[in-house]
């Protein structure tokens, strides 16, 4: 018997597969237990519709990171803070620190998460990493002076 896959299953397979199972083990356990529906059209083309919005959803967040990542290609954001002797500062630089200034000056939204900031305890210019997305990431300057 065909059954659409409503939960991953370790055995089995993953959410919104379509898999053989034995006629037994899908009436008296993955059906009753809500793990899996019978594969019939109606079924079949909810899932295949939802599948097509999925993909439709994932391309509109792709195009959205690719615009962004063109946005931020490039721009160059200055921080100030206070430092100590030989330019160290008291303190680090976070990636909440360069998302807060992004917006700011910019008006754009970056998640700090995605903003890869390998500790920033120095004064000078440094290249932070923001990945917007798998694959889709850019590199924007931050300068770190003194107050």
Same mark, same amino acid.
């Given at each position: 018997?065909?059954?659409?896959?409503?939960?991953?299953?370790?055995?089995?397979? =993953?959410?919104?597969?379509?898999?053989?199972?034995?006629?037994?083990? /899908?009436?008296?356990?993955?059906?009753?237990?809500?793990?899996?529906?019978? $594969?019939?059209?109606?079924?079949?083309?909810?899932?295949? *519709? =939802?599948?097509? /919005?999925?993909?439709?959803?994932?391309?509109?967040?792709?195009?959205? /990171?690719?615009?962004?990542? $063109?946005?931020?290609?490039?721009?160059?954001?200055?921080?100030?803070? =206070?430092?100590?002797?030989?330019?160290?500062?008291?303190?680090?630089?976070?990636?909440?620190?360069?998302?807060?200034?992004? *917006?700011?000056?910019?008006?754009? *939204?970056?998640?700090?998460? =995605?903003? $890869?900031?390998?500790?920033?305890?120095?004064?000078?210019?440094?290249?932070?990493?923001?990945?917007?997305?798998?694959?889709?990431?850019?590199?924007?300057?931050?300068?770190? /002076?003194?107050?």
């Amino acid at each position: 018997m065909k059954v659409i896959l409503l939960k991953d299953v370790k055995t089995l397979g =993953k959410k919104g597969q379509v898999i053989n199972a034995s006629d037994g083990y /899908a009436r008296n356990y993955l059906i009753p237990r809500g793990v899996a529906e019978e $594969a019939n059209q109606s079924n079949l083309h909810i899932l295949n *519709n =939802k599948k097509e /919005a999925e993909r439709k959803e994932k391309l509109a967040e792709i195009e959205a /990171a690719q615009k962004l990542a $063109a946005s931020l290609k490039g721009k160059e954001i200055k921080l100030t803070v =206070k430092s100590g002797e030989n330019g160290r500062l008291f303190g680090s630089i976070t990636g909440k620190d360069i998302s807060d200034e992004l *917006n700011k000056k910019f008006h754009i *939204n970056v998640d700090k998460k =995605k903003i $890869a900031v390998n500790n920033i305890r120095q004064l000078g210019t440094y290249d932070v990493e923001v990945k917007l997305y798998p694959e889709i990431s850019t590199k924007i300057k931050v300068v770190i /002076a003194e107050k």
